[in-house]
Structures are given as C-alpha cells and as structure tokens.
C-alpha cells in the first residue's frame, strides 16, 4: 500500500519560512519525478516544485528564488523549503510521485497559511 505522508505546514508571517516534508512508502517502482503541488481556495491546483530522478529541478515562476526542493538520501523523501513567504502563498500543498510506470500517487495535504 503506498503512502505519502507529509509534514511541515503551519501558519507563519509574511517574510517567515517553512519547510515541508515528504515521506514515500509502499512504491516498489523506482520513482521518476517527485514534485510539490498547491491549491489555494476556488483556485485550480498548481505545480510549485519537481525533481526528476536525475536531480533536476523546475519552479513556477512566482516561487523561484524563494523555493528549494530536494530529495533526500534515501530516495524516497522529499523537501520544499520555503523562504521569504507571503499570503499569497496560502493555500494546501500536495506532495506527489510519479514512479517509473508513469503512475502518479498523492499525499493528504498540508495546510500553509501566510498571515499577520
């Protein structure tokens, strides 16, 4: 049974930083991409951050320079550390996991609020 556990929201004041984890168990493929999504309130859902098994990385334009992702050592984790935040920011972060059969699995959600 796959599960994608994630950890790290919270309610933090504009200029603040978190950072997000991702917890993957269960997939028996090798994973091909691992990304961040968000969906903020009668908003579509939105790609904020991947990483591909080779390491590359892609941003959307409103959270480059202040968003880092990276996977950790054992391959099956992975990290959204988030600088510099605003309200705009605001919204529920997926994490998901693409594996080499091209099947996409995704986490419950973790709310990430930016308010003074």
């Known amino acids: 049974q796959v599960q994608l556990v994630e950890s790290g929201g919270g309610l933090v004041q504009p200029g603040g930083s978190l950072t997000l984890s991702c917890a993957a168990s269960?997939?028996?493929?090798?994973?091909?991409?691992m990304a961040w999504y968000r969906q903020a309130p009668g908003k579509e859902r939105e790609l904020v951050a991947v990483v591909t098994r080779g390491g590359t990385t892609n941003y959307a334009s409103s959270v480059k320079g202040r968003f880092t992702i990276s996977s950790g050592n054992a391959k099956n984790t992975v990290y959204l550390k988030m600088n510099n935040l605003k309200p705009e920011d605001t919204a529920v972060y997926y994490c998901n996991v693409v594996d080499s059969r091209w099947i996409s699995y995704w986490g419950q959600g973790t709310q990430v609020t930016v308010s003074s």
């Open positions: 269960g997939i028996t493929f090798v994973i091909n991409t």
